[in-house]
């Protein structure tokens, strides 16, 4: 399997996660995701250094395991409906995905000339799966969605990153990676108290 088939399938299922409303789903999808990095990771690093494991675990633990885990066990304490309740329906998401594609499309001549032409085509879904993060928080209303496009957009990130080659100290990986879960979990803190808060006031 090539490395672009590796980051179209991974775009695949953000797309996947970005249509689906029903919350457990967008929750394991979100862990499947998680470990499909190891996919391209494997592919770019051709290796098995340190550096490689490392970030291998990182991603098994932090975005394999950790994010879903919290998402689930939020969901459970504040009595989540399975719906993640869209703030538009099917037809506008496409067409924000659709016309996200054909702009990514459009410039890609523009970015293959700063970071050369390996890989163009992983680089346009690399692109588009942030896209399709940033989409998220526009359409989504229920937390747990809007979350997990948070997700999906620091997944994004962290491909982009290995795609372009562009790696940093391994103490700032893990540091992006504690606060990637440190932000959900503050999140997750967040609403817990707030939907706690509504029912002693309901009360």
Not at 18 to 28: A, C, D, G, M, S
Not at 32 to 49: D, K, N, T, V, W
Not at 85 to 109: N, R, S
């Amino acid at each position: 399997m090539s490395a672009d088939v590796s980051y179209l399938i991974i775009l695949l299922t953000g797309v996947v996660i970005l249509l689906e409303n029903r919350l457990k789903r967008v929750v394991i999808l979100l862990g499947i995701q998680g470990f499909l990095l190891l996919l391209p990771l494997y592919q770019e690093e051709s290796g098995g250094g340190f550096h490689s494991i490392f970030l291998a675990a990182m991603v098994i633990v932090f975005k394999g395991i950790l994010t879903p885990i919290i998402l689930f066990w939020t969901a459970r304490r504040i009595h989540s409906p399975e719906s993640t309740f869209p703030k538009v329906g099917y037809l506008p998401t496409l067409a924000l995905l659709f016309a996200g594609a054909a702009a990514c499309y459009f410039f890609m001549d523009i970015v293959s000339a700063f970071f050369g032409k390996a890989h163009q085509h992983g680089l346009l879904y690399v692109l588009l799966l942030i896209y399709i993060g940033v989409i998220g928080f526009i359409v989504r209303r229920n937390w747990i969605g809007v979350i997990a496009c948070f997700s999906i957009f620091e997944n994004g990130t962290f491909l982009l990153t290995l795609l372009l080659k562009s790696g940093v100290p391994i103490g700032s990986e893990f540091g992006s990676f504690l606060d990637a879960v440190l932000i959900i979990g503050a999140g997750a803190a967040l609403r817990i108290n707030s939907e706690q808060y509504k029912g002693e006031i309901s009360r």
